[in-house]
Every structure is written in C-alpha cells, then in structure tokens.
C-alpha cells in the first residue's frame, strides 16, 4: 500500500502540472497477473475527456530524467484529450486507425523467447461502424530495450503506436473481423543510436500536406463533428520523421490554400468546405489501403497447379 501511495501522490502532482486530474484510480493486472493502477485522468477543464494512465505498482518515477518525461507525455496527453477522439490516428495510407486495450508495462515473453511484449488493439474507424481491426502484439528486443527508460506507458506508448502504423505502412499487418494476434516487431531499425531519434517513415513536405489534411478531414471532418483536431502532434512528427515547426509550416500552408482552418492558437485545426468535397478520393484511399494490406495468394498453388 506504501507504494501504491507513493504512486498515487506522484500521478497526481504530474497531472496537475500538466491541467489534467486524476478522477479515479483502481487496481488493475498486467499481463503476468502482476499488480498495477489504473488512473483514469481526465482536462481539468473538462472531465468528460479522458484517458486511461496503468502503471506497475513499484514505478517510481521521482528521478529526475523520469519526472521530465512524465511530464511531456502528459503536457501532450493533454493537448490530444482536445481532439474529438483523442484515440484516433491516421496512417500514411489514408487508414485512420484507434487504439484501445493495450496492457501495460511490458511483459517478458512466456514463450521463451528475449522479447518484451505489449499487447492491444487497432481498429478501422471510417465512419461505417467497421468490425475490421487487428489484434497486435509489439515485441520489443533486449537490446532496443536498453533504449528504453522504463517499460512504462508513458514512455513507450508514442513509439509503440508509430511501430504499429509504420508496420501497416508496408503491409505486414492485415485488418480482418476475427482472427489472432500479430505481431509488430519493435527493433533497433526504428531508432539511430547516433543521432539518439527514431526513425519510422521519410517525408516529403507534398506528403505532410497530403498527411495533415486528410488528418483534419478524418479526425474532425468525419469522426469529430467538426471539432478542432491537433495538427501539431509531436507524435505525428515523430511517425513523418519530421520536426513540430515543420508541421505547423505545413498547416499554415494548407490555410493560406483554403484547405483547412486554423484556431487562433494555430495548433488545432478544422476541415473548410472545400476540403470535405474531397470525401469520395479519401474514401477510395481506404479501399486502396485495405487492399494493400490484404494478402494475396498464388491462385496457380491454389488450385494445385505447383512445380514442387
């Protein structure tokens, strides 16, 4: 109960600092059947906006490098529980996509092998009410693992998320309406040990135009109800290997063309008319997505014709 409370009182303090309060906390299991909270944070401006924190009992983050970090990932939490589904991202294929039921921290493999594992969920979200979604299990190496300061939410859950969507970015993750787990490599290729970043997909500021406004037309347009959307997102910056002032040179771009409208703070942005003409070329790209990502068959193997 000591650590519990210790945790508690660090939860707390870390929130507020970043406008966010904790409305509940409850005793949860990781995947192991070892002990964590779950706090449920919400803007303390408004407490219909929120999200789930799970932590292991024993974290202690009172170091001061971990503190930091705590912060940032809530200062963001906070800017994100602004979107109208602050669960939702888009992916560079036009998929937008929301997370949900991931198991925190890490857990070692049971199978044996040197990984760690986070498991959830990614599901289609178009509007139509789709069952396609993909149950994922993120393995990460030992040695990405010393990368990491702690198998913790708050720092794994941005990266895990890029890893998820770069890995549907090439195909390797199917969305399907029942099936098992996936799996979502996590390796030093998304990292350079050198220049100390991750590195997940190069882009071109066309591409990050394209990638805003089909976010904007997505997250607020369709799923939103029009309510401003973060465009400038450092996890998206991160997923676009690119920088936060390079995003907001590209939302101010696609202002000044009419594509999108700023708020005065220039970092949330909603859909103009002219873009939500655009709604059949944004849904024939998720057909093309999903078409990209469906596996495809030999139809010659099929049939029994095969030279084996």
Same mark, same amino acid.
């Given at each position: 109960m000591g650590a519990q409370?210790? +945790?508690a009182r660090q939860v707390e303090a870390a929130a507020k600092a970043a406008g966010l309060v904790v409305i509940s906390s409850e005793v949860g299991r *990781?995947? +192991?059947?070892?002990?964590?909270?779950?706090?449920?944070? #919400?803007? #303390? #401006? *408004? $407490?219909a906006k929120k999200q789930v924190l799970e932590l292991s009992d024993k974290f202690d983050f009172s170091r001061a490098d971990m503190l930091a970090e705590v912060g940032v990932y809530l200062a963001h939490a906070a800017k994100r529980l602004r979107n109208p589904r602050q669960d939702c991202y888009l992916t560079l294929h036009g998929l937008p996509l929301s997370f949900e039921k991931f198991t925190w921290p890490f857990h070692? %493999? %049971? %199978?044996? #092998? *040197?990984?760690? +594992?986070?498991?959830g969920e990614v599901r289609l979200e178009d509007g139509e009410q789709s069952l396609l979604h993909a149950k994922i299990a993120a393995s990460m190496t030992v040695t990405f693992a010393e990368i990491v300061k702690a198998p913790e939410q708050p720092f794994a859950e941005g990266f895990i998320y $890029?890893?998820?969507r770069k890995t549907m970015d090439q195909g390797q993750l199917e969305l399907v309406k029942s099936g098992n787990r996936q799996p979502?490599?996590?390796t030093t290729r998304f990292y350079s040990p050198w220049k100390k970043r991750f590195s997940f997909n190069d882009t071109t500021e066309a591409q990050r135009q394209e990638y805003l406004a089909a976010k904007v037309f997505w997250l607020s347009g369709m799923l939103g109800g029009g309510e401003p959307v973060w465009v400038l997102d450092p996890r998206d910056a991160q997923y676009l290997n690119t920088t936060v002032e390079e995003l907001k040179k590209n939302a101010m771009a696609l202002a000044g063309e009419g594509v999108v409208r700023l708020a005065a703070d220039t970092e949330y942005a909603t859909p103009t008319e002219a873009l939500m003409g655009h709604r059949a070329q944004y849904v024939a790209e998720v057909q093309a997505a999903l078409a990209f990502i469906k596996p495809t068959f030999n139809e010659e193997m099929r049939g029994g014709h095969t030279n084996m």
């Open positions: 409370a210790v +945790l *990781d995947f +192991l059947g070892q002990p964590t909270t779950r706090f449920m944070l #919400a803007l #303390a #401006a *408004d $407490n070692a %493999s %049971s %199978s044996g #092998a *040197d990984t760690f +594992l986070v498991h $890029n890893a998820v979502v490599p996590v």
